[in-house]
Protein backbone atom coordinates (compact mmCIF):
# COMPACT_ATOMS: atom_id res chain seq x y z
CA UNK A 1 0.00 0.00 0.00
CA UNK A 2 1.59 3.37 -0.86
CA UNK A 3 1.09 5.93 1.65
CA UNK A 4 1.02 10.08 0.70
CA UNK A 5 3.02 12.80 2.04
CA UNK A 6 -0.25 14.58 2.86
CA UNK A 7 -1.41 11.23 4.44
CA UNK A 8 1.59 11.21 6.59
CA UNK A 9 1.70 15.05 6.77
CA UNK A 10 -1.85 14.52 8.44
CA UNK A 11 -1.08 12.60 10.89
CA UNK A 12 2.28 14.47 12.07
CA UNK A 13 -0.13 17.25 12.22
CA UNK A 14 -2.29 15.25 14.90
CA UNK A 15 0.25 13.87 16.54
CA UNK A 16 3.62 15.36 16.01
CA UNK A 17 5.19 11.99 15.52
CA UNK A 18 7.96 11.52 13.63
CA UNK A 19 7.74 10.95 9.86
CA UNK A 20 9.07 7.35 10.02
CA UNK A 21 6.77 6.61 12.83
CA UNK A 22 3.92 8.19 11.29
CA UNK A 23 4.46 6.36 8.13
CA UNK A 24 4.41 2.46 9.71
CA UNK A 25 1.36 3.60 11.92
CA UNK A 26 -0.51 4.04 8.18
CA UNK A 27 1.34 1.32 6.79
CA UNK A 28 -0.10 -0.78 10.11
CA UNK A 29 -3.75 0.76 9.54
CA UNK A 30 -4.09 0.64 6.15
CA UNK A 31 -4.29 4.11 5.69
CA UNK A 32 -6.99 4.94 8.36
CA UNK A 33 -6.27 8.36 10.05
CA UNK A 34 -8.55 7.60 13.29
CA UNK A 35 -6.57 3.58 13.88
CA UNK A 36 -3.03 5.56 12.87
CA UNK A 37 -3.59 7.99 15.28
CA UNK A 38 -4.56 4.94 18.18
CA UNK A 39 -1.92 2.82 17.05
CA UNK A 40 0.75 5.81 17.89
CA UNK A 41 -0.75 6.98 21.21
CA UNK A 42 -0.14 3.16 22.06
CA UNK A 43 3.68 2.65 20.82
CA UNK A 44 4.37 5.74 22.40
CA UNK A 45 2.67 4.78 26.10
CA UNK A 46 4.51 1.17 25.86
CA UNK A 47 7.33 3.45 25.18
CA UNK A 48 7.13 5.67 27.98
CA UNK A 49 6.33 2.87 30.46
CA UNK A 50 9.95 1.80 29.68
CA UNK A 51 11.04 5.31 30.31
CA UNK A 52 9.57 5.39 33.73
CA UNK A 53 12.47 4.37 36.27
CA UNK A 54 14.54 7.06 34.55
CA UNK A 55 15.69 9.79 37.20
CA UNK A 56 13.79 13.00 36.44
CA UNK A 57 16.23 16.07 37.93
CA UNK A 58 15.94 18.84 35.67
CA UNK A 59 12.21 20.80 34.70
CA UNK A 60 10.46 23.63 35.86
CA UNK A 61 7.93 24.84 38.99
CA UNK A 62 5.24 26.48 36.89
CA UNK A 63 2.98 28.93 38.73
CA UNK A 64 -1.28 29.65 37.73
CA UNK A 65 -3.16 32.07 38.82
CA UNK A 66 -7.17 32.36 37.83
CA UNK A 67 -8.26 35.26 36.88
CA UNK A 68 -9.53 37.81 39.84
CA UNK A 69 -6.37 36.66 41.57
CA UNK A 70 -8.72 34.40 44.43
CA UNK A 71 -7.16 31.00 42.85
CA UNK A 72 -3.64 30.00 42.53
CA UNK A 73 -1.25 26.92 41.82
CA UNK A 74 2.48 26.22 42.03
CA UNK A 75 3.27 22.45 40.43
CA UNK A 76 6.66 21.06 40.20
CA UNK A 77 7.09 19.20 37.11
CA UNK A 78 10.34 17.07 36.23
CA UNK A 79 12.15 16.13 33.31
CA UNK A 80 15.78 13.81 32.73
CA UNK A 81 17.50 17.07 30.67
CA UNK A 82 17.42 21.20 30.76
CA UNK A 83 16.95 20.99 26.92
CA UNK A 84 13.60 19.06 27.25
CA UNK A 85 12.73 21.76 29.97
CA UNK A 86 12.70 24.09 27.35
CA UNK A 87 10.85 22.96 25.18
CA UNK A 88 7.24 24.22 24.10
CA UNK A 89 5.74 20.78 24.45
CA UNK A 90 7.25 20.14 27.88
CA UNK A 91 6.28 23.61 29.14
CA UNK A 92 2.83 23.69 27.48
CA UNK A 93 1.93 20.17 29.46
CA UNK A 94 3.39 22.38 32.60
CA UNK A 95 0.73 25.07 32.22
CA UNK A 96 -1.87 22.41 31.70
CA UNK A 97 -1.63 20.24 34.45
CA UNK A 98 -1.44 23.76 36.71
CA UNK A 99 -5.31 24.34 35.12
CA UNK A 100 -6.12 21.23 35.67
CA UNK A 101 -5.09 21.23 39.38
CA UNK A 102 -6.97 24.99 39.77
CA UNK A 103 -9.81 23.07 38.12
CA UNK A 104 -10.22 19.82 39.56
CA UNK A 105 -8.84 20.06 43.22
CA UNK A 106 -6.53 17.10 43.20
CA UNK A 107 -5.43 16.04 46.81
CA UNK A 108 -2.63 14.13 45.78
CA UNK A 109 -0.61 13.48 42.95
CA UNK A 110 -0.47 9.54 42.88
CA UNK A 111 -2.89 7.58 45.46
CA UNK A 112 0.01 5.97 47.20
CA UNK A 113 0.92 9.79 48.76
CA UNK A 114 -3.04 9.53 50.68
CA UNK A 115 -2.58 8.76 54.18
CA UNK A 116 -3.64 5.46 55.37
CA UNK A 117 -6.18 7.60 57.63
CA UNK A 118 -7.78 9.26 54.69
CA UNK A 119 -8.22 5.96 53.38
CA UNK A 120 -9.50 3.89 56.10
CA UNK A 121 -11.77 6.80 57.02
CA UNK A 122 -13.52 6.98 53.55
CA UNK A 123 -13.65 2.87 53.65
CA UNK A 124 -15.50 3.14 56.88
CA UNK A 125 -18.33 5.53 55.25
CA UNK A 126 -19.10 3.85 51.90
CA UNK A 127 -18.87 0.93 54.11
CA UNK A 128 -21.77 1.89 56.32
CA UNK A 129 -23.47 3.68 53.11
CA UNK A 130 -23.84 -0.11 51.69
CA UNK A 131 -24.57 -1.55 54.87
CA UNK A 132 -27.31 0.99 56.05
CA UNK A 133 -29.17 -0.14 52.53
CA UNK A 134 -29.05 -3.56 53.64
CA UNK A 135 -26.70 -5.06 51.51
CA UNK A 136 -24.93 -8.24 52.87
CA UNK A 137 -21.59 -7.88 53.51
CA UNK A 138 -19.76 -9.21 50.54
CA UNK A 139 -21.71 -7.20 48.11
CA UNK A 140 -21.15 -3.82 51.20
CA UNK A 141 -17.15 -4.94 50.61
CA UNK A 142 -17.56 -4.85 46.60
CA UNK A 143 -19.67 -1.47 46.92
CA UNK A 144 -17.34 0.36 48.88
CA UNK A 145 -14.35 -0.66 47.06
CA UNK A 146 -15.98 0.61 43.71
CA UNK A 147 -16.66 3.72 45.73
CA UNK A 148 -13.08 4.02 46.94
CA UNK A 149 -12.03 3.62 42.83
CA UNK A 150 -14.76 7.10 42.61
CA UNK A 151 -12.96 8.71 45.24
CA UNK A 152 -9.03 8.29 43.70
CA UNK A 153 -10.85 9.44 40.86
CA UNK A 154 -11.71 12.60 42.41
CA UNK A 155 -8.74 13.33 44.24
CA UNK A 156 -5.86 11.31 42.64
CA UNK A 157 -4.02 13.91 40.25
CA UNK A 158 -2.80 11.56 37.84
CA UNK A 159 -6.52 9.41 37.83
CA UNK A 160 -8.31 12.15 37.04
CA UNK A 161 -9.68 12.74 33.91
CA UNK A 162 -8.20 15.15 32.20
CA UNK A 163 -9.97 18.61 32.03
CA UNK A 164 -9.48 19.54 27.84
CA UNK A 165 -9.58 15.72 27.21
CA UNK A 166 -12.20 13.56 29.56
CA UNK A 167 -11.43 10.74 27.48
CA UNK A 168 -8.12 10.38 29.05
CA UNK A 169 -6.80 10.29 32.60
CA UNK A 170 -3.75 12.96 33.67
CA UNK A 171 -1.71 9.42 33.78
CA UNK A 172 -2.55 9.05 29.97
CA UNK A 173 -1.59 12.26 29.20
CA UNK A 174 1.52 11.88 30.81
CA UNK A 175 2.65 8.80 29.11
CA UNK A 176 1.84 10.12 26.03
CA UNK A 177 4.09 12.98 26.45
CA UNK A 178 7.28 10.62 27.42
CA UNK A 179 6.59 8.43 24.14
CA UNK A 180 6.56 11.56 22.37
CA UNK A 181 9.46 13.70 24.04
CA UNK A 182 11.35 10.75 24.75
CA UNK A 183 12.52 11.21 27.87
CA UNK A 184 10.99 10.31 31.34
CA UNK A 185 8.51 13.48 33.01
CA UNK A 186 7.04 13.32 36.39
CA UNK A 187 5.02 15.64 38.25
CA UNK A 188 6.66 15.87 41.68
CA UNK A 189 4.59 18.01 43.87
CA UNK A 190 1.62 21.09 44.12
CA UNK A 191 0.27 23.36 45.89
CA UNK A 192 -2.96 24.64 45.41
CA UNK A 193 -4.05 28.29 46.92
CA UNK A 194 -7.56 29.59 47.54
CA UNK A 195 -8.46 33.03 48.64
CA UNK A 196 -10.18 32.22 52.41
CA UNK A 197 -9.30 28.62 51.97
CA UNK A 198 -7.48 26.86 54.51
Given at each position: MTISAEEVKKLRDKTGAGIMDCKQALRETNGDIDKAVEYLRQKGIASAE???GRETKEGLIQS???PGSRLGVLVEVNCET???AKTEDFQEFAKNIAMQIAASKPLVVTREELSDDIVSK???IFKKQAE???KPAHIAEKIAQGKMEK???EVVLMEQSYVRD???TVEDLLKGLIGKIGENISIKRFARFELGGE
Open positions: KRLYIHDFVEMDEQKFYQPNI
